[in-house]
């Protein structure tokens, strides 16, 4: 868990300006989570959110806070909402660097592809009459583990498909 000083203070001064611009109450709620958010360095859902708010916040806040909480830093731009695998994740939005992910179809692990040649391609793209914000590239497969499993499976059904036919050329 790493906390940005630097990220912190702009975070905190454009989430200000974003609640006086729609007259919405400052509250130390909304703080706790931004600053538990921030501690957060990485991608997360609600729940996991919720398990560093009991580790790390002064104080505790209910689920319904969290998700509206959410949904304000998403609007704020301050979050980036990601639909992931069966639930939503969260990230705080840092610089303006592509990000990409990889997700296992299996075992639904999410993790951040730090290759800079790719990285690289993806900054440079641009696509006529639209103006982007956020580069986030997901892509789908099979982790390591997960390709172990597959693999071991596959041997031990063509071992068994084997001692299967050995038998049977035995019996006859």
Known sequence: MSNKPETSISAREQLKRYMEQRA??????????????????????????????????KFQVSRATLFNTMEMLCDAGLVIKHMLATAAHYELRGDANPKAYTICRQCGTITRVTAGTAKLALQNLRVRYFSREDTLVYMHGLCRKCQARKSHQIKKQQKTKQQDKSDNNGKR
Do not use: N, Q, Y
Request: hydrophobic letters at 45%.
């Open 24 to 57: 919405m109450r400052k509250t130390p709620e909304r703080d706790e989570v931004l600053r538990v958010v921030e501690m957060a360095g990485g991608i997360f859902t609600i729940d996991e959110l919720a398990g560093l708010m009991c580790e790390h916040a």
